[in-house]
């Protein structure tokens, strides 16, 4: 019995299987939904410790802007990955 035999009788994932799905590259808006998400968690982040540390209050308007600034950078890097 060879050794791709023994791998395939007891479970094991060809070696070519894995390969197959690396090449192909995620959905648009996965992708752009992605970049969102990282951008708004890492403004949060910054304003958290901002307003930990320095100890000013950050106004709601500000938050907005941040927000929207997030999702328009997002929508940007999504599209520019492509």
Known sequence: ??????RLKIGAIPSD???RFVKRSPNLAVTIFLYIAGILLVLMAA????????????????????VLLGIGSGILAGIRSR
Do not use: D, H, N
Request: glycine share 4%; proline share 7%.
């Open 47 to 66: 304003v958290m410790l901002i307003q930990t540390f320095a100890k000013v209050s950050v106004p709601p308007q500000a938050i907005q802007a941040l």
């Open 17 to 19: 299987a894995g390969e």
């Open 1 to 6: 019995m060879s050794i791709a035999q023994k």
